[in-house]
């Protein structure tokens, strides 16, 4: 088994995020992910991409903290999802990601509420009960590239389904 070696562009917050004994706090993640300085060239040897959905490739981990290089196909997204008892954090290394925020009807089913786009650089941060859905929708067909945080391990999380208009 081949063992990849963490990037230095990554080691500052590898050695913070494996100091953590606890969830670490959404806006301190959002604070170490917008201080990141990584590159795609950083990423590429945790970067495969899947052919029919986006490839989550991990980078490393430990009980309070994964830490993952996500690899998006062009028209590739996440289901429609909270995270439950987790803090996520997501940076854009390269291309251009769309977040869908939803809200849960009393019968369980989500409706979007609003839609944001994060490009190269930008961070995006939520936790616990928001629900949320990212995709590549860039045109030209580029592919995506995103690290994400996720604290603690993301082992338990919801997915929902669309609410149908009717009417």
Do not use: K
């Amino acid at each position: 088994m081949t063992t990849l070696t963490i990037p230095d562009s990554l080691s500052n917050l590898v050695d913070f995020l494996n100091g953590l004994d606890t969830r670490v706090p959404i806006d301190e993640l959002r604070q170490h992910l917008s201080g990141l300085r990584v590159t795609l060239d950083d990423l590429e040897p945790f970067m495969h991409f899947g052919e029919t959905c986006y490839q989550r490739n991990l980078i490393c981990q430990s009980q309070w903290f994964e830490l993952l290089c996500i690899c998006w196909r062009n028209g590739q997204q996440s289901l429609i999802h909270n995270h439950a008892r987790s803090t996520c954090g997501l940076r854009i290394i390269s291309g251009e990601a769309v977040e869908t925020l939803f809200h849960q009807d009393a019968d369980g089913r989500v409706r979007p509420v609003s839609e944001s786009h994060y490009v190269e650089g930008q961070v995006c941060c939520t936790q616990d009960s928001d629900i949320h859905e990212v995709c590549n929708e860039q045109p030209g067909g580029e592919d995506l590239v995103t690290l994400h945080i996720y604290s603690p391990p993301l082992h338990d999380m919801c997915t929902f389904e669309l609410a149908e208009d009717c009417g």
